[in-house]
Nanobody, 124 residues
Framework: VQLQAYGGGLVQAGGSLRLSCAASGRTSSNYAMGWFRQAPGKEREFVAGISVNGRSTGYADSVKGRFTITRDNAKNTVYLQTSSLKPEDTAVYYC??????????????????WGQGTQVTVSS
């Protein structure tokens, strides 16, 4: 599956952005999806994950209550709605896909397909 992330940009602290990830190739509805981010000088970290059927989601503690992951399998698209953004949210955001053992589980590891990333910059 090929992934294309977009929707990043420059936003002031407290603002919001909606990131999108369009999937093509193999049917993305068979994959669990996730968002990760990597800030300069830091390792890539898990941000949010969603199950194949969209009924289960999970978040990093640092974004819980501020970010929401959703998916539209009919459009082969996954979204990350961000709000109350902080300067420490500045990073390149990547969407990712992996095969799922259980369609009702989200995953924070084991991703095998990655998009090219979209830059999110939050100014103070």
């Amino acid at each position: 599956v090929q992934l294309q992330a977009y929707g990043g940009g420059l936003v002031q602290a407290g603002g919001s952005l909606r990131l999108s990830c369009a999937a093509s190739g193999r049917t993305s509805s068979n994959y669990a999806m996730g968002w990760f981010r990597q800030a300069p000088g830091k390792e890539r970290e898990f941000v949010a994950g969603i199950s194949v059927n969209g009924r289960s989601t999970g978040y990093a503690d640092s974004v819980k209550g501020r970010f929401t992951i959703t998916r539209d399998n009919a459009k082969n698209t996954v979204y990350l709605q961000t709000s109350s953004l902080k300067p420490e949210d500045t990073a390149v955001y990547y969407c990712a896909a992996r095969t799922a053992i259980f369609i009702g589980h989200y995953y924070s590891t084991g991703y095998t397909s990655w998009g090219q990333g979209t830059q999110v910059t939050v100014s103070s």
